[in-house]
């Protein structure tokens, strides 16, 4: 083998076998690292243009060892829930608030520094009309956390916090009398990457039929959907972590995925019909408790003859991908 093909075919020889291990459940990646540990990728990168042509074995072991450390560092480091794409910016999913009781003295302390914003609270209400059959909620915006498990009495609504009042609540009704909700954020110049006070939780009505659509980056999303009534699902984003758990399918309930660089588990009932078809690359799927049918589908005994059935494409790279059973 050329010395110039060696780097390159050890990269690839490591991913193959990270992933392959990793599908059969024997290594878990902390994908977060990409992101958090991007610049190792520079230093891979600068310390073979420096020994692109030292063709003695300690400069090739050298240069193997950096790619092994650099690979293994971003697949496995367990650093925590804190994100970080840049210095001086972070971005941190422990928002409950548990954790912020146990750190007041420590926002106590940021704030005597002047450098940190206070949280701002805001409330979104759409108001419910029987007539409305099928409600659609879209929801876009990145670097930030969004939880959904509580009911209303209204079709919506929403409480937030954040540091910016960057939220807009819209409504409309499109072509096929679906009465449209936009949850969406201002927009601005720049990417805000302090959401350690950024936050929204979502309430829903459970009369209607919902069509759910989620676009956001870097964003923390967990969606506790049993209670409802779901028609469809669209979960779009990067560098994410994705978490939505469904309850008893329609009589066909429709999950489309489509993320690069994120975690992402979808929940389903125990007893429901499910089929999961897969594009995905430099990913890692985990579909306990589904068949192997071929043509990158996977489904649940008796899934052709259930009645009502949860159809879930998958799609994207570099991501964690599970769906179990509850």
């Known amino acids: 083998m050329k010395n110039d093909k060696l780097i390159p075919g050890v990269i690839l020889v490591l ?26 990728f520079l230093v891979i990168g600068g310390i073979n243009l420096l020994f692109a042509h030292n063709k003695s074995p300690w400069a090739s072991v050298l240069k193997i060892s950096v790619v092994v450390f650099g690979f293994g560092l971003v697949l496995f480091g367990n650093f925590g829930d804190r994100y970080s ?58 670097a930030t956390s969004y939880y959904l498990s509580g009911t209303t009495d209204q079709l919506f609504s929403a409480a937030t916090r954040d540091n910016s009042n960057r939220y807009i609540l819209t409504s409309s009704k499109d072509e096929d009398s679906v009465y449209v909700v936009n949850f969406h954020m201002k927009d601005r110049n720049g990417a805000n990457f302090d959401s350690d006070k950024s936050r929204a939780d979502f309430s829903l009505n459970t009369n209607p039929i919902w069509e759910i ?76 408790g589904f068949n192997d049918v071929g043509d990158s589908r996977h489904e649940t005994t008796g899934f052709a003859a259930a009645k009502n059935k949860i159809h879930i494409h998958i799609k994207g790279i570099v991501s964690g991908f599970k769906v179990n059973k509850y």
Do not use: M
């Open 85 to 142: 794409f840049w210095p001086g910016s972070h971005i941190n999913w422990n928002n409950n608030d548990d954790n912020d009781d146990n750190n007041s003295d420590d926002n106590n302390d940021d704030n005597d520094k002047g450098d940190v914003k206070p949280a701002v609270n805001g409330v979104f209400n759409e108001p419910y009309n029987a007539r409305i059959k099928v409600a659609r909620l879209n929801v876009s915006g990145g």
């Open 213 to 288: 659509h989620a676009d956001a980056a870097a964003a923390k999303l967990d969606f506790d959907l049993s209670k409802f009534k779901v028609k469809e699902l669209k979960l779009n984003g990067a560098a994410g972590s994705f978490t939505v758990k469904l309850g008893d399918p329609l009589e066909s309930t429709n999950v489309e995925v489509s993320n690069a660089a994120s975690d992402v588990r979808i929940l389903i009932p125990q007893n429901a019909a499910c089929e999961i078809e897969t594009d995905t690359g430099l990913s890692g799927n985990d579909f306990e």
């Open 15 to 40: 991913i193959g076998a990270a992933i392959l291990l990793a599908n059969y459940g024997y290594l878990h990646f902390h994908w977060w690292n990409i992101f958090r540990l991007w610049p190792i």
